[in-house]
T-cell receptor, first 118, second 111 residues
Framework: KAGVTQTPRYLIKTRGQQVTLSCSPISGHRSVSWYQQTPGQGLQFLFE???????NKGNFPGRFSGRQFSNSRSEMNVSTLELGDSALYLC?????????????????FGSGTRLTVV | LAKTTQPISMDSYEGQEVNITCSHN???????ITWYQQFPSQGPRFIIQ???TKVTNEVASLFIPADRKSSTLSLPRVSLSDTAVYYC????????????FGKGTMLLVSP
């Protein structure tokens, strides 16, 4: 089966601009999570969506937002980009259901979008 | 979610067995232990998960002592392609909790 697809793979933006990243989860997965990975902070959780609703959010400023569509595809948006937003942004899909569920359900990650802010 | 402690890095040679130990002293009764592997510029990949004793799959083994305050990921006969960062995660996923990654262990396999 197809894995998690993230587009674009690479992106270069200028400070102050905004950016939108896309994620298509594994077919049938309704839970989509986003993570930011930087050399200094490692992997950090941004937010999780389920059935078009954000049900968990990490400790990031309001410039980071996301949404999920009825087909479970998800987008995340970063407005007013800062140099520190340069990172690998990873999307993960999971078969976890409406009530959450054990981590044993597993997460499948995409290859990420490498964002560089100049 | 329980905090985990792993070695920052480890070195090995091809063909050797590698054991990476993770400490999780405040693991809760319902917590599972999960290991992920990550190659550069790729997302983490699920390796193995366990609750107690020993779990084995085609890739690795996971040893969990009776007190569950630590766990050991064992990679048999590593190859150069096993060079990666390995993350130990602990949690039960109750409600809407999410994966919490630590710094991981950078494993370097040399010829």
């Amino acid at each position: 089966k197809a894995g998690v697809t993230q587009t674009p793979r690479y992106l270069i933006k200028t400070r102050g601009q905004q950016v939108t990243l896309s994620c298509s989860p594994i077919s049938g997965h309704r839970s989509v999570s986003w993570y930011q990975q930087t050399p200094g902070q490692g992997l950090q959780f941004l937010f999780e969506y389920f059935s078009e609703t954000q049900r968990n959010k990490g400790n990031f400023p309001g410039r980071f937002s996301g949404r999920q569509f009825s087909n479970s595809r998800s987008e995340m948006n970063v407005s007013t980009l800062e140099l520190g937003d340069s990172a690998l942004y990873l999307c993960a899909s999971s078969p976890r259901g409406e009530g959450g569920g054990p981590l044993s359900y597993g997460y499948t990650f995409g290859s990420g979008t490498r964002l560089t802010v100049v | 979610l329980a905090k985990t402690t792993q070695p920052i890095s480890m070195d090995s040679y091809e063909g050797q067995e590698v054991n990476i130990t993770c400490s999780h002293n405040n693991i809760a009764t319902n917590d599972y232990i999960t290991w992920y592997q990550q190659f550069p510029s790729q997302g983490p990949r699920f390796i193995i998960q366990g609750y107690k004793t020993k779990v084995t799959n085609e890739v690795a083994s996971l040893f969990i002592p009776a007190d569950r305050k630590s766990s050991t990921l064992s990679l048999p006969r590593v190859s150069l392609s096993d060079t990666a960062v390995y993350y130990c995660l602990v949690g039960d996923g109750s409600g809407y909790s999410t994966l919490t990654f630590g710094k991981g262990t950078m494993l370097l396999v040399s010829p």
